[in-house]
């Protein structure tokens, strides 16, 4: 007997990078708001896109449109940072919750109906509850998790095993329009499919798992999946070692955002280090953290791709700064709550008899879709103020309880080739595509048709590089863990000529430059032929006589020095070895 898969709810903040923008600005919900990056629209609000703004547009143009328009610049930081109230909300109700992204978040279903009696009634509190936390959400159920954050873009409660149906007639765009489910290459995916006529998902989902396997790459693979409503991540994913968490004590403890995000960035080390030895990566990161008075706070974020160390540390620094913020939060909206209570009971008192207006909760509509407030309205508890009080100095004077323990835990690994990047910028299966086609040329050109470097030991640039053919042991001619005294020092050259081409060096009365016996130029270089072409040198370093294996007389190895100088025109450096009389170009630097 197959076990019931738990159904997924997902919550989604609509606009959230704009409803942030505004919420630090201070300004109201009826003021048009935009977000830009690179001078471009990247979010913008319901009252802005009813003036005309949509993404993409230039700042101009779209403050041309809305002269009132509240211009915003795209900060991940503020997001996540005032994400963490709504999280917290959502965390109280159900918990739970995992954060895609600042906006985003998802926690199994089947507790929550079982404990409000269907699904209907957990959206409906789920949305009173973010509602009450001063900002708007849409709710999606759905048996998978794709399916259910596209469930939410719309407001719908997907029927058990109607993932498929509902996916059919949307069009295929969908399938790269969020960026926590999709890999960057998704938008070409969805471009090609547009061109090849498959204008809706359910007409991608039509093709079999073998004819999109065979024609398309591992991301068109995970979208077809996505597209047919089937689990996008196996059942079969590694269990966590105990020995990949990793630990900071906070000595002193954490209290402000640099420290967190010098500690985030340690701690990510320290995780991808440990998972590096273990040959595994990270696709869900639990985040862990003691308050100074024995509170415990913990959050997980999950990735549609592995996580880097650069982005563990950012999701790090987002949590910690969002739980060192929220309680400075929670304080303004306790005070915001009795200011209004006391203005109420006056109020009541002057006008007795008066109605109150009160919120009017979610309802479901009988056929699978919760009716949200509208889009562009305030909930009540903002109504007539910001959601998040910035700028009251009796509110942020307050000292939030410092955090004294860090922890990160991987709740969900793969293994290191999902992560492993490639010289093509792709990951491991890129890799080894490109691999196997390099295989083929070795196959018809002979095994030293394809040879790669291999870091080696040396003083030189040229030393330093052992090539060996494609599918031999990368052996270096030399231990580069060796000492090796008078080696050049970093940075190392981008260009290693083999051939070491002959050019001349020659001072400013044309007068050929050399080394001295006492290791010194004979003049100072101030011009460089090299062919037909001549450069004004504007500056130059050296010579350094070259003393290794002066105890050998060889051909091979006869008396040198190297020198670096900088051509005026290109602003490049040039690396000199001169031998025999005769000054070579060893390599460039750019």
């Known amino acids: 007997m197959t076990a019931r898969r738990s159904r997924v709810l997902a919550v989604w903040c609509q606009d959230w990078p704009a409803v942030a923008a505004a919420a630090e600005a201070g300004a109201p919900v009826t003021r048009a708001v935009a977000v830009f990056a690179a001078n471009r629209v990247v979010a913008c609000s319901a009252v802005a896109r009813s003036e005309g703004i949509r993404r993409g547009l230039r700042r101009r143009e779209a403050q041309g449109r809305c002269p009132d328009l509240l211009v915003a610049q795209d900060d991940p930081d503020r997001d996540a940072r005032l994400f963490e109230t709504v999280v917290a909300a959502v965390d109280a109700t159900v918990p739970g919750v995992e954060v895609l992204r600042p906006g985003l978040l998802i926690l199994a279903a089947r507790g929550a109906a079982r404990f409000f009696g269907s699904e209907e009634a957990a959206a409906e509190r789920l949305v009173d509850a973010v509602a009450a936390a001063g900002a708007e959400c849409q709710i999606g159920i759905a048996d998978e998790l794709s399916t259910a954050v596209l469930a939410a873009r719309r407001g719908v409660i997907v029927p058990v095993g109607g993932g498929a149906e509902f996916l059919a007639p949307l069009p295929v765009s969908e399938l790269s329009v969020e960026p926590a489910l999709a890999a960057p290459e998704r938008a070409e995916l969805v471009d090609l499919l547009h061109r090849l006529g498959l204008r809706r998902i359910g007409d991608f989902a039509a093709l079999t798992p073998v004819e999109v396997s065979s024609r398309f790459g591992r991301d068109a693979i995970t979208a077809h999946r996505c597209a047919r409503a089937e689990p996008e991540r196996p059942p079969s994913a590694q269990t966590p070692a105990p020995d990949l968490t990793v630990d900071y004590r906070c000595e002193p403890p954490i209290e402000r955002i640099d420290a967190a995000a010098f500690a985030g960035r340690l701690l990510a080390t320290r995780l991808h280090e440990a998972l590096a030895a273990a040959s595994s990566a990270c696709t869900r990161l639990s985040i862990y953290a003691e308050t100074e008075s024995g509170e415990q706070l913990s959050r997980i974020w999950r990735c549609a791709e592995p996580l880097t160390p650069d982005s563990t540390a950012d999701r790090v620094r987002w949590q910690l700064d969002g739980w060192l913020t929220r309680r400075t939060l929670d304080r303004a909206r306790r005070l915001r709550a009795e200011r209004a209570a006391a203005q109420n009971a006056a109020a009541a008192t002057s006008a007795p008899g008066r109605p109150s207006s009160r919120k009017r909760p979610a309802r479901s509509s009988g056929n699978g879709r919760v009716s949200l407030p509208a889009e562009g309205t305030a909930p009540a508890s903002a109504a007539g103020s910001t959601a998040f009080p910035i700028d009251d100095a009796e509110i942020w004077d307050e000292t939030p309880d410092p955090i004294v323990l860090l922890r990160l835990e991987p709740i969900e690994v793969v293994a290191a080739g999902a992560l492993q990047l490639g010289l093509w910028g792709g990951v491991g299966e890129d890799e080894e595509r490109a691999r196997r086609a390099l295989i ?45 005294p008078g080696r050049l020092p970093e940075p190392a050259p981008t260009v290693v000529w083999a051939t070491r081409p002959e050019i001349r060096l020659e001072s400013a009365d044309g007068a050929p430059v050399w080394v001295t016996d006492r290791g010194l130029f004979t003049a100072d270089p101030a011009v460089l032929h090299w062919g037909s072409r001549t450069w004004s040198l504007t500056g130059w370093a050296g010579p350094w006589p070259l003393d290794d294996r002066w105890w050998v007389h060889h051909p091979d190895h006869p008396p040198a020095a190297r020198a670096q100088v900088l051509l005026d025109e290109d602003k490049r450096a040039l690396l000199l070895l001169g031998y025999d009389g005769v000054w070579h170009v060893e390599g460039l630097y750019e």
């Open 440 to 484: 083929r040329v070795q196959g018809l050109l002979g095994g030293d048709a394809v040879r790669m470097g291999v870091l080696s030991g040396g003083r030189g640039p040229g030393e330093r590089i052992t090539m060996v053919n494609l599918g031999d042991e990368p052996v270096p001619a030399a231990d580069p863990a060796q000492p090796w």
